[in-house]
Structures are given as structure tokens and as C-alpha cells.
């Protein structure tokens, strides 16, 4: 065993040598890690550690799950206490929590997904913390709401850690992504993927199949074509995943590449989209973008979109490059009028999202 490994602390103070991160940067992804090795062990006690919390309903209306209000906890806990925030806006709460009076009040915001994938749970299967680092207003200004309300292309730093059979935290502070394994006996996150890389082309893609009939013309357009495989226009055969757990969705696209899909659909108008944007969407669209992916809605690069609410929701293709730019190409010729091969009485019904 080499005991000279690169740890993730030792990663954090190269990259301040480097002028790349600030000391305050490091301190606050320090304590993101030490969050995340709480809720690890959580995560990995399963009901061991939830028979008497109580469950209640989130602001996306969904039931929390008692693992969801513990890794929750365990962020605001470790988090504020570190003194490098202002405020945290989290998926399982309706409003941003602001840094009460008696901590020291940092430079940073910090938005996150506690538990991404927590259907999961219940089936012992892999789930995920996200997290998002932006900076917050200077001065005396007061933090509000619309300070979270920025654009993916402003963070300073995002990751997601995966509670799967190895515990991993994937992190990009804006020079590449780095993947750490976690040494659970020793309890250090050492450096075992270096400068991850996502292939530019894929045989791969993922997307929950059973919306097919809500979905818009040139995501039927693309999947028909992927399912063709070798005979047709794609001459090559594909494979379909689906793990219904982001994070463990863009951990294997970073891996062996591939694509992914949560793209707007017609099942529910209110809701465009599946995913949030200011802690799913943003973050992986953030790490994607530092492999070499390509994230977007079909129609326009997610990170460039000025946020509305904390809780939007946003249609996500993202992962390799090739693909998403075939998806982007789709959406154009289809809001374009452009006739396609594809066109067929299948697919050419008309969308519910198009005004002409
Ligand atoms: O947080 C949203 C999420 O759980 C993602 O992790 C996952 O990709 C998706 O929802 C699963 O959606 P569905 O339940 O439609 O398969
Ligand atoms: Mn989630």
C-alpha cells in the first residue's frame, strides 16, 4: 500500500498554490466532504438509523424520505459552522437558509441536492449528494433570495458525491474533474481518477422509456434512431440504461461515456422538465462542460440560463458531445419547420410546445 496518495486536502492546497482556488474556496469544499462522509455512513446504515424520523412532504411535493431530512441536516449542521457562507438553498427546503448571526459570515452561497436519486433507497441502490458553489454579494448587502438566482456559467465549484458500493466525490473547481474514492477505513478521499474525460462519441444513451408518448418530435426522432441500431441511420446498434439516479447516471457517462435525457415532455405543462436546475442541472452541466461534455436543453446551453426560481425545473440532455449536438440539431430543424428522413405520420404530430 502507498501511503503518499494524493488526499483531497492535499488536491485543495495544490490548487491554492496554484492561485486557482481561494483559502476559503478549500475550507468550505472541505466541510462539503466532511458532510458527505456523515451522510456516507448514513446512507450505508439504511434503516438502521431511520425508524423514528418523522416524514413529511417536500416543496416539490414529493414525500421525503427520513434519509432525505438526515443528509439535510448534516449539510446545514457542518456547513454553517464552517464560516465560510451566507446562505444555502437546498432542494428539501422551500426557502434559502441564511447563516444565523452567531457564525462568521463567509463569501459563499451553497446549493444542494441532500439525497439525488432517493427513490433509490428503499432498493439498496445508488444515490448521491450534488452540490453548487457560487459567491455571494460583497459589502453590507443583505442576502436575498435573487443572489441564488445566477446563472450555472458563475460557479465557482460544484460536485456530487455517490453513495454506490465505493463511496466517490467527483469535483471540478474549474480546471478539470477530479474523481476521489473514499478510503472508508482510514476515512480519507484520496485522488484515484485524475482529469476525467468524457469520449466524444457514445454507443450509449439513457432516458426513462415510459414517457415516450409525451415526449417532443426530435427526442422521438433521436431515440428511434438509436433503437434502429446498425440498420439504421445511425449504422451502429446502441445500448439503453436507466438507474433513475442522476448521479449514477453522469458518474457512467463520465466513465465510458454516453448520453443523457430528462427533456421536456407534454405529461404535465407546469413542469418543464424533470430535473431542478440550481442544484441537478447546474452542477452536472458544470462537470460535464470541465470532461469535455455538452450540456442543454435541446435548445440552449443550460448554464447560460439566468434562474427564475429556486426550484425551476429544466429539460437536460447532456453528456457526450457528439450527441448532445445531434439533439441540439434535431430540436433546431424541427422548430425550424425542416422536413426530415424521419418525418413519418408517427412522428410528425405536432408538439404541444410549437406557436405555429
Ligand atoms: O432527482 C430527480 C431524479 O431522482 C434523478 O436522480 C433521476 O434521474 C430522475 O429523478 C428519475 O426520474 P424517474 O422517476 O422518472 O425515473
Ligand atoms: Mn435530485
Redesign the pocket.
Known amino acids: 500500500m502507498s501511503y503518499h496518495r494524493v488526499t483531497l486536502s492535499k488536491f485543495l492546497l495544490e490548487r491554492r498554490k496554484e492561485g486557482a482556488i481561494d483559502p476559503e474556496l478549500a475550507s468550505l469544499i472541505n466541510d462539503i466532504e466532511s458532510a458527505c462522509k456523515y451522510v456516507a455512513a448514513a446512507v450505508s446504515r439504511g434503516r438502521l438509523n431511520t425508524m423514528e424520523v418523522n416524514v413529511s412532504v417536500n416543496v416539490q411535493g414529493e414525500e421525503q424520505k427520513p434519509l432525505d431530512v438526515i443528509a439535510n441536516d448534516i449539510f446545514l449542521k457542518i456547513c454553517e459552522e464552517g464560516d465560510q457562507l451566507q446562505g444555502m438553498v437546498s432542494?428539501e427546503m422551500e426557502q434559502p437558509y441564511i447563516i444565523p448571526p452567531e457564525h462568521k459570515k463567509g463569501k459563499y452561497l451553497l446549493i444542494f441536492?441532500p439525497?439525488?436519486?432517493?427513490s433509490n433507497l428503499d432498493l439498496n441502490l445508488t444515490v448521491g449528494s450534488?452540490f453548487s458553489i457560487l459567491k455571494g454579494p460583497v459589502g453590507n448587502e443583505p442576502l436575498k433570495e435573487h443572489h441564488f438566482l445566477r446563472p450555472g456559467r458563475e460557479q465557482v465549484a460544484a460536485g456530487f458525491t455517490l453513495y454506490g458500493p465505493t463511496v466517490m466525490l467527483i469535483l471540478t473547481v474549474g480546471n478539470g474533474v477530479h474523481g476521489f474514492t473514499l478510503d472508508r477505513e482510514v476515512g480519507i478521499f484520496t485522488l484515484t481518477h485524475p482529469n476525467m474525460r468524457i469520449v466524444e462519441s457514445t454507443k450509449e444513451f439513457a432516458i426513462n422509456a415510459s414517457n415516450e408518448r409525451f415526449w417532443e418530435p426530435p427526442v422521438k426522432r433521436y431515440v428511434e434512431e438509436c433503437i434502429k441500431g446498425k440498420t439504421g441511420p445511425r449504422g451502429k446498434d446502441f445500448n439503453m440504461r436507466w438507474i433513475a439516479s442522476?448521479v449514477a447516471e453522469v458518474y457512467r457517462i463520465l466513465i465510458r461515456g454516453g448520453l443523457f435525457m430528462y427533456p421536456r415532455d407534454t405529461k404535465d405543462l407546469s413542469k418543464p422538465g424533470r430535473?431542478?436546475l440550481l442544484?441537478?442541472a447546474n452542477p452536472m452541466g458544470f462537470i460535464v462542460e470541465q470532461a469535455g461534455g455538452m450540456i442543454s436543453t435541446g435548445r440552449e446551453c443550460i448554464l447560460d440560463i439566468v434562474p427564475q426560481s429556486l426550484h425551476q425545473r429544466i429539460p437536460v440532455i447532456l453528456g457526450s458531445k457528439e450527441e448532445v449536438e445531434r439533439l441540439n440539431q434535431y430540436h433546431y430543424d424541427y422548430d425550424s419547420g425542416k422536413p426530415t428522413e424521419f418525418d413519418s405520420p408517427l412522428f410528425s404530430t405536432r408538439s404541444l410546445f410549437r406557436n405555429d
Open positions: 432542494e441536492d439525497l439525488d436519486g432517493s450534488i442522476m430535473l431542478r442544484y441537478e
